[in-house]
C-alpha cells in the first residue's frame, strides 16, 4: 500500500522540530472518560483500560498501568492468538498488587486480527502493545474512539506509518485525548537531569555521540507444523522488517531518542553499514543482527549507532556524549575537561520510569492535564528508520527523503487470508536487502 497524500511532500525535518518540552495543545474537548461519566463525580470513576498485544511487554505495561495511584480497572484484552492472551490474563491474576482490578469477563477476551476494534470500545484508556507494524492502525482506531492511548516503540515499521502516526497525534492534541510513548528514558529521573545539564552546557557543545546496544540474540520461535505463513511470521515478528522495525527501531531507539532529545533535534542524513553474520539458512527472516550507522545533525555534530545481536559476543548499553569542555553517559556520570566527575546519576534506585511514565498517563486522564508524546516519538521512531534504509541501501540518505517514502513494508489491513509481504523460497529463504542495489524509498 502506497500512501499518496500530495500534502506530505512538503513536510521537511523543521516542520516536526518543536521543543520537546512542549507536550500538547489544541483545542482541550473532554476525555473519553468525561464524555463517558456524565453525571458521575469523575474522581470516583475506574479508568476501564484494555490491552492490544499480550506478550511479555503487553503484561508488563498492564502491571505498571494497574499499580498507579489512579483507579485504574482492565477491563478488555485482545491479541492475534488465544494463547498469548490466556497466558497474560492468568498471569496478571497471579499478582496480589493488581489481582483486584483485573475484571475481564470472557465476553470480553478478543482473539484474531480484528479483535483490536472491540476492545477499544469497551474502554477509556488503551495499552498499544503489539509490533510497532500494527501501531499506526490502533492508534488511528483509539483517537477516532475518543480513546487515550499509551503505545509502545517503535511506532511504525515504515515512513508512511510514521506519517499517519503525526496525523493522527495532531488529531488527539484536538480532541484533547492524553498519549504516552514507552520510551521510558524521558520519564527517568536521572536521564531528566542528564539532559537537563547537558543543554545548560555542562559538556560545552555536542561534538559526537556513540550509542550502543550490544547484546545477545533477539528471540526466535520456531516453526510449528501446520502453521500458516503469516502465523508463523506473526510468531516470530522480531526476525522480519516489516513487522520489527529492525533493531535500529526496535532496540537502539531508546538510546537515540536519549540524543535526539539532548539535542533537540532529528538528524539531517544518515549512512552505515551492517548485514548477516550469525543468521543463515531457513527460517532466520530478514532483519540484519548488526549495524553500525553515522547519523548527522544540522550542526555537524555526529552520532555513531553500533547494534548487535549475535551469540557469544560483547554486550553494552547506553548513550555516550562527547563534548568540547566534557563527557556525559547515565552509566559514568558527567566529567569535566580534565576528567573529573562533577555529576552521578543519584536515582538509580528510585521508582522505575516504566512505572512512572503510566502515573503520568493517568494522573493526565484523572486530572485533564495536556500530554501528548507523539510527535518525538514519531520522529526517534523515523530516525531508526532513516539509519535502516541507509544500511540496507548502503547509500546516504536524507531526512526530507526518508520521511517522505512512498515505500510501505506493512500493510495496513491484514487477515488470516491475507500473503504477508515477504516470503520464502522454496528453499525456506527470504529476499534479503543487498547494499547497493535495494530500494529503500
Known amino acids: ?12 525535518r523543521r516542520d516536526f522540530l518543536k521543543d520537546s518540552s512542549v507536550l500538547a495543545g489544541g483545542i482541550i474537548l473532554g476525555s473519553a472518560l468525561q464524555s463517558q461519566a456524565s453525571g458521575r463525580k469523575i474522581q470516583a470513576d475506574p479508568i476501564r483500560i484494555a490491552l492490544i498485544g499480550c506478550g511479555n511487554r503487553g ?3 498492564a502491571v505498571d498501568a494497574l499499580k498507579t495511584n489512579q483507579n485504574v480497572v482492565l477491563v478488555a484484552m485482545a491479541d492475534v492468538f488465544k494463547d498469548k492472551l490466556d497466558e497474560t490474563y492468568n498471569t496478571l491474576l497471579k499478582i496480589d498488587a493488581i489481582k483486584d482490578k483485573v475484571k475481564v469477563p470472557a465476553s470480553n477476551k478478543f482473539v484474531g486480527l480484528n479483535g483490536y476494534s472491540k476492545a477499544i470500545a469497551a474502554a477509556d484508556a488503551v495499552l498499544l502493545v503489539t509490533p510497532p507494524a500494527f501501531r499506526p492502525l490502533h492508534f488511528e482506531a483509539c483517537v477516532k474512539s475518543g480513546r487515550h492511548v499509551f503505545m509502545e516503540k517503535p511506532l511504525a515499521s515504515d515512513a508512511p506509518g510514521i506519517r499517519k502516526i503525526l496525523e493522527t497525534g495532531k488529531l488527539a492534541d484536538a480532541k484533547g485525548l492524553k498519549v504516552v510513548v514507552g520510551l521510558q528514558n524521558r520519564y527517568d ?26 547484546i545477545g540474540p533477539v528471540k526466535k520461535v520456531q516453526r510449528q507444523a501446520g502453521q500458516t505463513e503469516l502465523e508463523y511470521q506473526l510468531r516470530n515478528w522480531r526476525y522480519f522488517n516489516w513487522l520489527w522495525a529492525g533493531s535500529p527501531a526496535g532496540l537502539q531507539i531508546h538510546n537515540t531518542d536519549v540524543v535526539n532529545w539532548a539535542k533537540n533535534a532529528c538528524p539531517v542524513r544518515a549512512q552505515g553499514m551492517g548485514g548477516r553474520s550469525s543468521l543463515t539458512g531457513p527460517d532466520t527472516g530478514d532483519i540484519f543482527d548488526h549495524f553500525f550507522i553515522e547519523y548527522e545533525y544540522a550542526d555537524g555534530t555526529k552520532l555513531n549507532s553500533q547494534i548487535r545481536h549475535i551469540e557469544g559476543t560483547w554486550n553494552k548499553g547506553g548513550a555516550y556524549f562527547y563534548g568540547s569542555n566534557g563527557t556525559a553517559s547515565l552509566q559514568a556520570g558527567i566529567r569535566n575537561s580534565e ?6 546519576n543519584p536515582n538509580k534506585d528510585s521508582e522505575s520510569a516504566y512505572q512512572i511514565e503510566h502515573e503520568v498517563f493517568f494522573d493526565a486522564i484523572r486530572n485533564n492535564k ?3 508524546d507523539t510527535e518525538w516519538g514519531a520522529m526517534s521512531t523515523m530516525t531508526t528508520i532513516m539509519g535502516r534504509m541507509a544500511v540496507h541501501s548502503g547509500k546516504m540518505v536524507e531526512w526530507d527523503d526518508a520521511l517522505n517514502s512512498a515505500l510501505v513494508l506493512a500493510p495496513m489491513q491484514l487477515d488470516w ?20 542495489q535495494s530500494k529503500v524509498l
Open 339 to 344: 576528567g573529573e566527575r562533577v555529576w552521578r
Open 1 to 12: 500500500m502506497i500512501l499518496n497524500d500530495k500534502s506530505l511532500k512538503s513536510n521537511s
Open 417 to 436: 487470508d491475507s500473503e504477508p509481504p515477504v516470503k520464502p523460497d522454496k528453499n525456506g529463504n527470504y529476499p534479503i536487502s543487498f547494499p547497493g
Open 59 to 61: 503484561a508488563g505495561a
Open 370 to 372: 495536556s500530554l501528548n
Open 189 to 214: 529521573p536521572g536521564y531528566k537531569e542528564m539532559v537537563k545539564q547537558i543543554r545548560e552546557g555542562a559538556i560545552g557543545r555536542i561534538i559526537s555521540v556513540t550509542d550502543y546496544y550490544l
